[in-house]
């Protein structure tokens, strides 16, 4: 079983309010990624875990505030976001944090920050 | 990492072998070559890579020249289903370092036509 899955599809929220993307792995995977996509661009780290620590913040802003409850998930809370916080958030897994590890990706969160 | 170029769009007829070639001139001894792809609206899907051999999967093969400065991954019979943006994407094996990002180019939108 190689799938990361994200939840959820597709979410719109103002920017008042407070949500959160999930992603799930089950892969025995202890390296985990957030990528965030703008439209037609490539995908850009956000944050990387290992072990369940966050051990890589690309520079984010502290509006997004990630959180792994535990080795299979990942969360990333979203609060008084901006509309150009509208992109497509992918989740990755991998083995371990390291050049040599294939990393999966889920399909994605499309959020709208109206 | 060593840049990547890519061509920005290629073509290719249903059923012909799709090759999308990869430059990476500045590329060091340590450096794998990665494929990922995306097709529309989903996440990044890994496709193959390789440092020096060529490889082969039941997706794709990657020919890396022998000076290492270019590659070619191959679609043997590409689908309508193969249609994407195709990144080649060049990383160090080891762990330390920013080895634990894949930094995306703009890469290749591959369209297969029927």
């Known amino acids: 079983d190689t799938e990361v899955t994200q939840t959820p599809k597709h979410l719109v929220m103002g920017m008042t309010n407070k949500k959160s993307l999930k992603c799930e792995q089950h892969m025995g995977h202890r390296a985990m990624y957030w990528y965030k996509q703008k439209a037609k661009k490539p995908p850009e780290l956000m944050f990387v875990y290992s072990y369940e620590k966050l051990s890589i913040n690309e520079s984010v802003p502290s509006r997004f505030s990630p959180e792994c409850p535990n080795s299979s998930l990942l969360n990333l809370h979203l609060h008084a976001l901006q509309p150009e916080d509208s992109a497509l958030y992918l989740c990755?897994?991998?083995?371990?944090?390291?050049?040599?590890?294939?990393?999966?990706f889920g399909p994605g969160t499309r959020l709208l920050v109206l | 990492d060593a840049k990547t170029t890519q061509p920005p769009s290629m073509d290719c007829a249903e059923g012909r072998a799709a090759n999308l070639p990869c430059n990476h001139s500045?590329?060091?001894?340590?450096?794998?070559v990665y494929w990922y792809r995306q097709i529309h609206s989903q996440g990044p899907q890994y496709i193959i890579h390789?440092?020096?051999n060529n490889e082969t999967n039941e997706m794709a093969s990657l020919i890396i020249t022998e000076d290492r400065k270019s590659s070619t991954l191959i679609l043997p019979h590409a689908t309508l289903r193969d249609t994407a943006v195709y990144y080649c994407?060049?990383?160090?094996?080891?762990?330390?370092?920013?080895?634990?990002?894949?930094?995306f180019g703009k890469g290749t939108l591959l369209t297969v036509n029927p």
């Open positions: 500045t590329i060091s001894g340590n450096e794998y």
């Open positions: 994407i060049v990383r160090v094996a080891g762990s330390g370092g920013s080895n634990y990002k894949l930094t």
């Open positions: 390789g440092l020096k």
């Open positions: 990755a897994s991998s083995q371990a944090v390291a050049g040599r590890e294939t990393q999966y």
